[in-house]
């Protein structure tokens, strides 16, 4: 393949970091996706040796381009276009222990008005 650059929301859904090209679009828009350490629009091109920083429900992931590529490629292959230099995932001591707020029992049905009162007063807290 020749030296060429395409779109970071398309090279993202290309390689699998986003399910749709749309999703990778919206974390372009709200600033979730960093290429070079800028902030990158949906449109902005991404070249091989590109360094990409993407910040998914907390975590954040480093990546190099190897490749650039337009179509989607198997699970596979996607590896192959991309260098994970991610740091391992924090395992403070809050993260482990806390629990998780609001859970229900599997098949205790929809919660009540009461139980969804107390739900929402535990979130805001």
Same mark, same amino acid.
């Given at each position: 393949?020749?030296?060429?650059?395409?779109?970071?929301?398309?090279?993202?859904?290309?390689?699998?970091?986003?399910r749709?090209?749309?999703?990778?679009?919206?974390?372009?828009?709200?600033?979730?996706?960093?290429?070079?350490? %800028?902030?990158?629009?949906?449109s902005?091109?991404v070249?091989? /040796?590109? #360094?990409? !920083?993407?910040?998914? &429900?907390?975590?954040?992931?480093?990546?190099?381009?190897?490749?650039?590529?337009e179509?989607?490629?198997?699970?596979?292959?996607?590896?192959?276009?991309?260098?994970?230099?991610?740091?391992?995932p924090?395992?403070?001591?809050q993260?482990? %222990?806390?629990?998780?707020?609001?859970?229900?029992?599997r098949? /205790?049905? #929809?919660? !009540?008005?009461r139980? &969804?009162r107390?739900?929402d007063?535990?979130?805001?807290?």
């Open positions: 393949m020749t030296e060429s650059s395409c779109r970071i929301d398309r090279w993202l859904w290309a390689v699998r970091i986003f749709t090209r749309s999703l990778a679009k919206e974390a372009c828009l709200r600033g979730a996706i960093r290429v070079n350490g %800028s902030v990158a629009k949906p902005s091109n070249k091989s /040796s590109d #360094r990409v !920083t993407i910040k998914i &429900r907390g975590a954040l992931k480093e990546m190099e381009v190897v490749q650039t590529l179509k989607r490629v198997g699970p596979a292959l996607a590896a192959n276009y991309y260098i994970d230099h991610s740091p391992a924090d395992q403070s001591e993260t482990i %222990s806390s629990p998780r707020v609001a859970e229900r029992a098949g /205790s049905g #929809r919660p !009540t008005k139980d &969804r107390q739900i007063k535990l979130r805001r807290s």
